[in-house]
């Protein structure tokens, strides 16, 4: 139904309806076998080949940056289908998809399995802890590729304090957010002609992401130690977003 733009400074930022995010998540899974597990969650529907680009170079660019090693515990936020797993098979020493939705989740776990080593929990990103997970010891790493948009503020407030929480002393968190360009952008009920749906999410600016940074992980010893943008050319087909990459560690 609308695309909200909101400046700078303005108060009035709308919420979108977790209902019905859930509903689109559970439809996207419904899908996988038509669409294939990565543009199940990436999108660009009518296209070809962008989602895998986009995939193969998120991975390129971010893989290194996590730093991994054979003791490394990795929590990957918003696992989805599992796409990541098969790029960090092997580079570490015990991996733990979460995800709130049950479709994408199911197909991540018959695909993959679990082991002792790797395991998958179906459960929204604000209520996580380790007890929910249970988890007997924290993380060393978080992944965290295109969920907050799907989350109102409150939300990602909670979950980025909750990243802080599950996260040993020494840790790094890698953030790969689409961030709004100029204004907050909030689609709520909009109509995507590329997925033929309604589709509902929110594009903050770098601003409001430094300021919620702020006032979490920072809060709680994190640095933020490195920024930049993911896309760029032809990959970032959306002049009003663009995809950026956020590292903060702590006692690193």
Same mark, same amino acid.
């Given at each position: 139904?609308?695309?909200?733009?909101?400046?700078?400074?303005?108060?009035?930022?709308?919420?979108?309806?977790?209902?019905?995010?859930?509903?689109?998540?559970?439809?996207?899974?419904?899908?996988?076998?038509?669409?294939?597990?990565?543009?199940?969650?990436?999108?660009?529907?009518?296209?070809?080949?962008?989602?895998?680009?986009?995939?193969?170079?998120?991975?390129?660019?971010?893989?290194?940056?996590?730093?991994?090693?054979?003791?490394?515990?990795?929590?990957?936020?918003?696992?989805?289908?599992?796409?990541?797993?098969?790029?960090?098979?092997?580079?570490?020493?015990?991996?733990?998809?979460?995800? #709130?939705?049950?479709? +994408?989740?199911?197909? %991540?776990?018959?695909?993959? $399995?679990?082991?002792? @080593? /790797?395991?998958? !929990?179906?459960?929204?990103?604000?209520?996580?802890?380790?007890?929910?997970?249970?988890?007997?010891?924290?993380?060393?790493?978080?992944?965290?590729?295109?969920?907050?948009?799907?989350?109102?503020?409150?939300?990602?407030?909670?979950?980025?304090?909750?990243?802080?929480?599950?996260?040993?002393?020494?840790?790094?968190?890698?953030?790969?957010?689409?961030?709004?360009?100029?204004?907050?952008?909030?689609?709520?009920?909009?109509?995507?002609?590329?997925?033929?749906?309604?589709?509902?999410?929110?594009?903050?600016?770098?601003?409001?992401?430094?300021?919620?940074?702020?006032?979490?992980?920072?809060? #709680?010893?994190?640095? +933020?130690?490195?920024? %930049?943008?993911?896309?760029? $050319?032809?990959?970032? @087909? /959306?002049?009003? !977003?663009?995809?950026?990459?956020?590292?903060?560690?702590?006692?690193?």
């Amino acid at each position: 139904m609308a695309r909200i733009s909101t400046p700078p400074g303005d108060g009035d930022r709308p919420d979108i309806d977790p209902k019905k995010v859930a509903a689109f998540f559970e439809e996207r899974a419904r899908r996988i076998e038509e669409l294939g597990p990565v543009k199940a969650v990436i999108y660009q529907d009518k296209h070809p080949t962008l989602a895998q680009e986009r995939d193969a170079l998120e991975k390129d660019r971010l893989l290194p940056l996590l730093d991994l090693g054979p003791d490394v515990r990795l929590l990957d936020v918003g696992c989805g289908t599992g796409r990541w797993y098969s790029a960090l098979e092997g580079k570490l020493g015990h991996y733990h998809g979460l995800d #709130a939705s049950a479709g +994408l989740l199911a197909y %991540a776990v018959s695909t993959y $399995g679990e082991s002792e @080593n /790797r395991r998958f !929990t179906q459960l929204p990103a604000h209520r996580l802890s380790l007890e929910a997970l249970r988890e007997p010891a924290p993380f060393d790493r978080i992944l965290c590729a295109g969920l907050m948009i799907y989350l109102n503020d409150d939300e990602v407030l909670a979950t980025l304090r909750r990243f802080a929480d599950v996260t040993a002393s020494s840790a790094r968190i890698v953030l790969r957010e689409p961030a709004a360009v100029d204004a907050r952008l909030s689609l709520v009920d909009h109509y995507s002609d590329d997925l033929n749906t309604s589709y509902n999410s929110i594009y903050r600016t770098d601003a409001e992401w430094h300021s919620m940074l702020d006032t979490t992980l920072r809060c #709680a010893g994190f640095r +933020l130690t490195h920024e %930049a943008d993911l896309f760029n $050319g032809s990959l970032n @087909n /959306r002049k009003e !977003t663009r995809q950026r990459i956020y590292i903060l560690d702590r006692g690193r």
